[in-house]
């Protein structure tokens, strides 16, 4: 920083800093030391959101860029934050393990997440059917998908995301969604659709696994346009059944 010709200063000396600059020369320090020492790409606490601001997931913080990130890192709220979670963890996760699993003592016996790897074999065959209710009109789509070479004991999971949550498309539209079906050993399939409301009253939205053939069906209905602008009033008579 150039400190000279400023307020208070003699000549040819260093001058008199600011409180503001004495701030961004230390954040400045503090984002180069950060650089040095901490991959981005590692830390679990660091996340972009869609609007392309970073977060501290530990303190809840909104950074504007990397580096107002990485001096926050450096500061005393987050360090503070670290040493507490540590304390917590040392204290829920290290007292009273079993000497032979290596688990808390409540734990042992219990059924444990762990995270397999496993090969994938490729992408399941499948069929999608468009579908409409004959008395209410609803849209809707009838997929089938084909697992002849599933896992024992494993059956298909279904998940509806949005479309900030995927990867895939860049920029994401918020006019469609995506459904996930996942079953081991088979890559995970995705199907972009329109970003509409499912009904799931009445059984419309529905899966059934079939054990015999190894088949997978999910019916998905959707509201009718009615339906989602006027949904909640009270008194409404669903699409398609006659008002009293």
């Not at 032979?100 to 003592?105: A, F, N």
Request: charged share 30%.
């Amino acid at each position: 920083m150039d400190y000279q010709n400023r307020a208070g200063s003699k000549f040819g000396g260093g001058g008199v800093a600011s409180t503001s600059a004495t701030n961004a020369d230390r954040r400045e320090r503090l984002r180069k030391l950060a650089l040095e020492t901490i991959d981005l790409d590692k830390d679990p606490y660091f996340f972009k959101n869609h609007v392309g601001s970073f977060e501290c997931r530990l303190c809840l913080t909104v950074h504007q860029n990397d580096g107002s990130y990485l001096a926050h890192t450096q500061g005393r709220k987050h360090q503070t934050n670290l040493a507490r979670r540590a304390a917590r963890e040392q204290k829920e996760g290290r007292a009273g393990t079993d000497p032979v699993t290596g688990l808390p003592i409540g734990m042992v016996g219990a059924q444990v997440s762990v995270r397999k790897n496993v090969v994938k074999i490729g992408r399941p065959g499948y069929k999608i059917t468009k579908i409409r209710d004959p008395v209410t009109r609803q849209q809707g789509l009838l997929f089938q998908l084909q697992y002849p070479e599933i896992s024992p004991d494993v059956q298909p999971k279904v998940r509806f995301m949005s479309a900030y949550e995927q990867k895939v498309d860049d920029p994401p539209d918020k006019n469609f969604q995506y459904m996930l079906v996942a079953a081991e050993p088979y890559e995970t399939c995705g199907f972009k659709l329109q970003a509409r409301e499912v009904d799931r009253t009445n059984d419309r939205f529905w899966t059934w696994w079939d054990e015999d053939l190894n088949e997978f069906w999910v019916q998905v209905m959707f509201k009718t346009e009615r339906e989602e602008r006027y949904s909640g009033v009270p008194g409404l008579a669903p699409a398609g059944l006659p008002r009293r």
